[in-house]
């Protein structure tokens, strides 16, 4: 079955240190990857996708097929970067996307 | 940017009876919208994916007699849960994915959710 794998639930860190934040995909082939952010009491919005290779609010992620990964990652971290953080592969085949479990982003001033 | 409004935003009725959740594309034509399930402390579940002018596909262990998804227009998509019992209290969200039909690599946008409370 196409999974996709947030192993941390909770990330804590300080403000100005680095991040990321890591998604691993057991899909086959090459699926369309994107990262979501959910602020505290905002609805879930698209921070950014791996075709656009652009870089959102300091975030970049990068595409290892090697490694089946699509970690999100950021130098210094931002007190306003706390939120929920979900990667959302979306497969080649059914183009369902799929939700990993999230990872609670801390960033402490 | 894209917006999908959601609506009731919160729902609280006595079991048996039916909810209807709507979500609405405003500014944008959504031939694909999903339909989520969010536990508290969970990721999302997704139920089913509606299609414009087509049944929706529901997904593995979801009662499509249960969650009953109409998507008759290319802004608007309902799901009503029948008969509700306490059970399928939760959090409801729905996405649309922009996009004519065939752009299926295409990001969501998201609704606020509706948060379902049957007594």
């Known amino acids: 079955a196409q999974r996709v794998t947030q192993p941390e639930k909770l990330l804590s860190v300080f403000k100005g240190a680095p991040v990321e934040l890591k998604c691993n995909y057991s899909?086959?082939?090459?699926?369309?990857l994107f990262w979501y952010v959910q602020y505290s009491r905002q609805r879930l919005q698209l921070l950014l996708r791996?075709?656009s290779r652009e870089s959102i609010k300091g975030f970049t992620a990068d595409l290892n097929k090697g490694e089946t990964s699509f970690h999100l990652k950021k130098p210094f971290a931002q007190e306003e970067d706390s939120a929920m953080y979900y990667c959302?592969?979306?497969?080649?085949?059914?183009?369902?996307?799929?939700f990993g479990r999230g990872t609670s982003l801390i960033v402490h001033p | 940017g894209a917006v999908v409004s959601q609506h009731p935003s919160w729902v609280i009725c006595k079991s048996g009876t039916s909810v209807k959740i709507e979500c609405r594309s405003l500014d944008f034509q959504a031939t694909t919208m999903f339909w989520y399930r969010q536990f508290p402390k969970q990721s999302l579940m997704l139920m089913a994916t509606?299609?414009?002018?087509?049944?929706?596909?529901?997904e593995q262990g979801v009662e499509k007699d249960k969650f009953l998804i109409n998507h008759a227009s290319l802004t608007l998509s309902t799901l009503t849960v029948t008969s509700a019992h306490p059970e399928d209290s939760s959090f409801y969200i729905c996405?649309?994915?922009?996009?004519?039909?065939?752009?299926?690599?295409?990001?969501?946008?998201f609704g606020d959710g509706t948060r379902l409370s049957i007594l």
């Open positions: 899909y086959s082939g090459s699926p369309e």
């Open positions: 791996h075709i």
């Open positions: 509606s299609n414009e002018g087509s049944k929706a596909t529901y």
């Open positions: 959302a592969p979306l497969s080649g085949g059914s183009y369902i996307p799929t």
């Open positions: 996405s649309a994915r922009a996009g004519r039909k065939g752009a299926v690599n295409q990001p969501q946008h």
